[in-house]
T-cell receptor, first 115, second 117 residues
Framework: GAGVSQTPSNKVTEKGKYVELRCDPISGHTALYWYRQSLGQGPEFLIYFQGTGAADDSGLPNDRFFAVRPEGSVSTLKIQRTERGDSAVYLC?????????????FGPGTRLTVL | AQKITQTQPGMFVQEKEAVTLDCTYDTSDPSYGLFWYKQPSSGEMIFLIYQGSYDQQNATEGRYSLNFQKARKSANLVISASQLGDSAMYFCAMREGRYSSASKIIFGSGTRLSIRP
């Protein structure tokens, strides 16, 4: 079956611009997660959704970051007034809680570069 | 607060040898899950193996096994008969709470494994 997909795969933007990153989870997975991975580091948690609601947004670095999942499937991570420090790979993952160990399955990521 | 520590930034291993990647963790939650993920140079995160805090036996998946020592808060990954394709970054990770609940995963800093032919 299809895995987690993310678009775009690469995004280059200028400082101060607004960007949207999209994630399409594995069909039937109720939980969806966003992580950010800087070069040479492990992924850092940003936010996760259980269904349509954000169950934990404690990892969002500031109010420039926002995410939605209006129909409980596709999610969009939105970044306003981008800064050079936002440059990273943004990873999306999904899981079906209660299945196996609740392991999360990751998409290929969106590489964001802020010039 | 939960924490994952991987003390080996890089390792070199001869092909066909076994390799152990170290991971220690810290949590106050009696229910938690431990994971290992592989990240090749292509960037995708590949799930390898899972160990629940209440599991009595060490998890195994093919050539991967997890050496779970609960009292020492250790969850080392053992790869038997290493192959050139095993060269990648390996991340240890932990989720607090029962497996039936969705929850964030905390990752370690990773170990870069390089297999020599």
């Amino acid at each position: 079956g299809a895995g987690v997909s993310q678009t775009p795969s690469n995004k280059v933007t200028e400082k101060g611009k607004y960007v949207e990153l999209r994630c399409d989870p594995i069909s039937g997975h109720t939980a969806l997660y966003w992580y950010r991975q800087s070069l040479g580091q492990g992924p850092e948690f940003l936010i996760y959704f259980q269904g349509t609601g954000a169950a934990d947004d404690s990892g969002l670095p500031n109010d420039r970051f926002f995410a939605v999942r209006p129909e409980g499937s596709v999610s969009t991570l939105k970044i306003q007034r981008t800064e050079r420090g936002d440059s990273a790979v943004y990873l999306c993952a999904s899981s079906l809680p209660g299945q196996g160990g609740g392991e999360q399955f990751f998409g290929p990521g969106t590489r964001l570069t802020v010039l | 607060a939960q924490k994952i520590t991987q003390t080996q930034p890089g390792m070199f291993v001869q092909e066909k040898e076994a390799v152990t990647l170290d991971c220690t963790y810290d949590t106050s939650d009696p229910s938690y899950g431990l994971f290992w993920y592989k990240q090749p140079s292509s960037g995708e995160m590949i799930f390898l193996i899972y160990q629940g805090s209440y599991d009595q036996q060490n998890a195994t998946e093919g050539r991967y096994s997890l050496n779970f020592q609960k009292a020492r808060k250790s969850a080392n990954l053992v790869i038997s008969a290493s192959q050139l394709g095993d060269s990648a970054m390996y991340f240890c990770a932990m989720r607090e709470g029962r497996y039936s609940s969705a929850s964030k995963i905390i990752f370690g800093s990773g170990t870069r494994l390089s297999i020599r032919p």
